[in-house]
């Protein structure tokens, strides 16, 4: 499958629409390497773009302050735990939840009935990375250049 067929094809357009509406956060739904497509037979690691300061101001908690520093020097945070993102001591317990959902989210359109068959992916997505870009920094944080 080549990451053309992967963005046309219905499941994953489903997938990606509903993360995004669902979860406000995540800003965009990709595959950071086509090669990774391909690379397991029946799972598809998907990437996603998140705004962590939306994420942190929809579930209460501040954002971690090492990200907020690499994000003011320009450049992205990548991670493959969403917990990371957190700045309070009970990271894992406050992200659990959240992955939680997010899995189930996509567990479910996979195995939906609705989908006809024939417009399957016949590989379940999962989560692979969470990143930050520096075009979320809210401008009260952005330096004066």
Known sequence: MTAQELNDNYEYKITKRALIKEFPFIKDVFVREEEEINKWSTIIYIDLIIDPFVFAQQYGFRVWGPIINILKRGENYRSPYISI??????????ASPVNKAMEELMYDIHKSPAIPHELKLGKKLMIGTFTATPSSLPPDMLSPQ
């Open 85 to 94: 993102f957190i700045g309070n001591d009970d990271r894992v317990d406050l």
